[in-house]
């Protein structure tokens, strides 16, 4: 597994060793050992998640005052950018995020570790997105960052990807701003 720190050396990129010939492909998407010892990391995942989004859907940006979450994701059919926004009030990278694209073709993982919010933009006709978490769902200590937040300026490349508007949930249109948090 290759490991590659983002512009917030917390945040990683993990890519495992795809084989693959005329018949498809195989690899391991995860390994506890592999993980710690590729990333010098420790953690313990206690719950996967499953979704299903369309094209133009955002997810995000989400968190957990109690019980926050370490969060594996990767994509296992379709495309979509990924952000990470580094909340830890004590952080040097405060209100910095990072923005990777996974998808099925690359089979690149994406480690956002707790203290970050996290949200998606499907680019794909429909996209499945996995995850681990590192701590359990928690739905009245979840909070929501308003994806167009003026002081984080995530460049989220609508139109880059065809995406005229971000397809929404209410919670998510409900967002608050960085400094309100």
Known sequence: MKVTPTAIPDVLILEPKVFGDSRGFFYESFNQKAFNEATGLNETFVQDN???????????LHYQVEQPQGKLVRVV??????????????????????????????????WVPAGFAHGFLVLSESADFLYKTTNYYAPAHERCIIWN??????NWKLTEF????PKLSTKDTQGLNLSSI
């Open 149 to 154: 937040d003026s002081k984080i300026s995530i």
């Open 77 to 110: 059919q379709g495309a979509v950018y990924d952000v990470a926004v580094d909340i830890r009030k004590s952080s040097p990278t405060f209100g910095k995020w990072v923005g990777v694209e996974l998808s099925e073709n690359n089979h690149q993982q994406l």
């Open 162 to 165: 065809g995406v005229e508007q």
């Open 50 to 60: 499953h979704s299903r989004s369309a094209k133009g859907v955002l997810r995000g």
